[in-house]
């Protein structure tokens, strides 16, 4: 696997938008959904609201899981740079000895 300086990065910032993006769906549809839950009455719309914080928790588990992998880009990101620098002031200082 080759990767470009920034290329984690970037994913990550790629996955964060999404994210990001996800999050303000979810919102705009739960208010949606609030006002249909507030005219509709009944044991279809009590079972239609568990279903729907069923979803919503496992909605959350993915929001989640995205934010950690963000997290785990970003770091690996930055181990990635400092292995970089690391390496090439080994070569600079090999370079020097030749």
Avoid: C, H
């Avoid at 690996?76 to 020097?96: F, I, T, V």
């Amino acid at each position: 696997m080759q990767v470009g300086e920034g290329a984690l990065q970037q994913a990550a910032n790629t996955i964060s938008e999404s994210q990001n993006s996800l999050q303000s769906r979810l919102k705009r549809l739960e208010g949606d959904l609030s006002n249909v839950s507030a005219i509709w009455q009944g044991p279809a719309a009590a079972r239609f609201t568990q279903l729907m914080a069923q979803w919503r928790e496992n909605a959350d588990k993915t929001t989640s899981a995205l934010s950690e992998f963000v997290e785990k880009l970003g770091g690996a990101s930055r181990s990635y740079s400092q292995q970089e620098e690391d390496l090439a002031a080994d070569m600079g200082k090999y370079a020097a000895g030749l």
